[in-house]
């Protein structure tokens, strides 16, 4: 029994179809690749699993539940943890605050963070650092051990060596072997497959929202595919640049450890006095540890969640129309 499978599910943007009939299917202690060119649609298969879209059809299973349509916080609960695109980490706090934020947010212990720190001695050392003056490598370690704060059991990671030099990208990856030995079971989107072939059990490529083939890594690394799917010179060269503005907006660091009412009431926060969001993250932070776990048993769901949150995009938000 796999502990995830994606049986022909499509997803709709409006009339736009981002995923038609796609079936993946994940055992429990693997790790499968999603690659892809962009637009593919593989950062919307992780927001299926992660619920923060919805399919228009299709199934989703999670250790034996059926989860397509599942509230994002509930599927966080369960143990599926999304690390999206553009970092997620905020950058006018510490790589401690940052870390801690979350630990607040997802309520784990104290040695949760020693285990963090055993597997990014980096950040370790980084702790006090402005996480925003961190290199890029250890922005995508810092927003990935945010993510692993949460203990997650099926860890949805994408394009984590997005701008990344290869040597940083190596470091990564070790990671990702040290999280397959700890049984975590990993999705990893790239767009190219060069950087996952020797992490992954099995490759999905993806092509316009189907699936265009699927295999084994050893099967992708002859030459055709090599020029076809691994990218050229020059594609990496474009693979290599910064994240764009997009990936350091606030607001997409805030979707990740608040859930939409917060960062709603942030926000509007933020724009009545004029000040910047960060600023309110670290009060919002603040006033999470000195207040401890609400007693709304709602609200103390959405704490335990872990750092997925809804992002407006599902079918009763508007976002979504199914066709
Ligand atoms: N929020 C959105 N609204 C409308 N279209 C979207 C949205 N997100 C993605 N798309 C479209 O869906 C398709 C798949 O996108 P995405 O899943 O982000 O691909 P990838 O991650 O492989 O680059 C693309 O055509 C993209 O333009
Ligand atoms: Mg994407």
Redesign the pocket.
Known sequence: MPLLSVDEVSVY??R?A??RGLSVVVAEGSAIAVV??????????L?AISGL?EPSSGRIRFADHEIAGTPPHALARAGITHVP?GRGIFPSLTVRENLELVRARVGTDEASLADVFGLFPRLRERQTQRSGTLSGGEQQMLSLAMGLLARPRLLLV??PSLGLAPILVQELFDVFRQLREQQVTLVI?E?YINVVLDVVDHVYL?E??RLVRSGPPGEFASEDMASTYFGSAAMRRGHARRPGANALDPSNHLKVAFTAGELRRLKASARATGRDASSFVREASLDLRSNGPSSDPDERARSSAGQVTRQG?RSSEG?VVKP
């Open positions: 943007y409006g736009i981002a995923l892809g060119a962009n637009g593919a649609g593989k950062s919307t298969l927001r879209v695109e994408d394009e989107v767009q993806l316009k929202g995009q976002g």
